[in-house]
């Protein structure tokens, strides 16, 4: 059964920082891998999508990586405002089972301003 | 939104009681997702469906149930049969669950057992 990990489960970094998120599966045989931002009580946002033959998305100042291989993802936030602040999600799309979304369950970000 | 609207965003149910959150698509999409979420706690996966008149179960799909009646609509029903309820419910779309596309959420509805 996939299982997915994120590390750190919290995370608390001055403004303007560079900062990473990880995630880590241990079924490499994946779909695809999405990241997604909740902010407090709401719904998740998608942030983006990498397919299970990426490397790697860019959108803005994020960046996702893909290493199948090892069961690894990491979300790159650049230049880190107060707005980044919220829940980073992972999930992994293995494709079986009942379905194949697995979550991790976040990592909750602050941006001291 | 995403595309995606549930309501109500509160609700507030009795013991024994039966309650429907309510969940539109107006993109034409064929999957259609309900997710619950506790606190600390990754998206756990309740009822799915690929297609009109069709679903299937989740992990956790005890004392719930749904209907796919029209593709747009998407209604989960929390039975007195779960014994847990009170926590958030998050509806979903995507435009086809084999597919590998985005999934995007709606703003999810609080349930909450009095």
């Known amino acids: 059964k996939q299982e997915v990990t994120q590390i750190p489960a919290a995370l608390s970094v001055p403004e303007g920082e560079n900062l990473v998120l990880n995630c880590s599966f241990t079924?490499?045989?994946?779909?695809?891998l999405q990241w997604f931002r909740q902010d407090p009580g709401k719904g998740l946002t998608s942030l983006l999508l990498?397919?299970?033959?990426?490397r790697e998305q860019t959108s803005g100042r994020l960046n996702a990586s893909l290493d199948k291989s090892s069961g690894r993802s990491t979300l790159y936030i650049a230049a880190s405002q107060p707005g980044d602040s919220a829940t980073y999600l992972c999930?992994?799309?293995?494709?079986?089972?009942?379905?194949?979304?697995?979550f991790g369950k976040g990592t909750h970000l602050i941006i001291q301003p | 939104d995403g595309g995606i609207t549930q309501s109500p965003k509160y609700l507030f149910r009795k013991e024994g009681q039966n309650v429907t959150l309510s969940c539109e698509q107006n993109?034409?999409?064929?999957?259609m997702y309900w997710y619950r979420q506790d606190p600390g706690q990754g998206l756990r996966l309740i009822y799915y469906?690929?297609?009109?008149?069709?679903?299937q179960k989740g992990d956790i799909a005890e004392g719930y149930s749904v209907s796919r009646e029209k593709k747009e609509s998407f209604p989960l029903t929390v039975t007195s049969a779960q014994k847990n309820p009170t926590a958030f419910y998050l509806c979903?779309?995507?435009?086809?669950?084999?597919?590998?596309?985005?999934?995007?959420f709606g703003e999810g509805s609080w349930l909450t057992v009095v």
């Open positions: 999930a992994v799309h293995s494709g079986g089972g009942a379905d194949g979304l697995t």
């Open positions: 079924d490499s045989a994946i779909y695809n």
């Open positions: 990498i397919q299970s033959s990426q």
């Open positions: 993109l034409n999409h064929d999957a």
């Open positions: 469906s690929q297609i009109v008149n069709d679903f």
């Open positions: 979903a779309r995507s435009i086809g669950r084999n597919s590998g596309n985005t999934i995007y």
